[in-house]
């Protein structure tokens, strides 16, 4: 059963970091582009920072460019999230995703191309 956890996730004041994990299990996603999506109280389901299989290639939105880093570790099959500066508009349960296995090293941004996704993790950043 393929499984993605996350965790890392917690309260913060605005100003203060977190690293966000998500760990896979159940197969190996290290031939798949892999994500952070955020949803926030009464927003849809938005991505934060996509990367590639290999992670050479990144993505962030706007809103977290500069703030937040992705990274994977594919060792351990497990994608990381650190987030600095955050903000009380960050506050947001945080979900990874994963792809299919491909041979581009390209990140994806839209949510119908991943086929996997974690529960979540809450985050919430006190002003």
């Known amino acids: 059963q393929v499984q993605l956890v996350e965790s890392g996730g917690g309260l913060v004041q605005a100003g203060g970091s977190l690293r966000l994990s998500c760990a896979a299990s159940?197969?190996?996603?290290?031939?798949?582009?892999m994500g952070w999506f955020r949803q926030g109280p009464g927003k849809q389901r938005a991505i934060v920072a996509a990367?590639?299989?290999?992670?050479?290639?990144?993505y962030y939105s706007d809103s977290v460019k500069g703030r937040f880093t992705i990274s994977r570790d594919n060792t351990k099959n497990t994608l990381y999230l650190q987030m600095n500066s955050l903000k009380p508009e960050d506050t947001a349960v945080y979900i990874c995703?994963?792809?299919?296995?491909?041979?581009?090293?390209?990140?994806?941004?839209?949510?119908?191309?991943?086929?996997?996704w974690g529960q979540g993790t809450q985050v919430t950043v006190s002003s």
């Open positions: 990367t590639s299989r290999s992670g050479r290639s990144t």
């Open positions: 995703a994963a792809g299919s296995s491909t041979w581009r090293d390209t990140y994806t941004v839209a949510s119908d191309a991943y086929d996997y």
């Open positions: 159940g197969r190996t996603f290290s031939n798949a582009p």
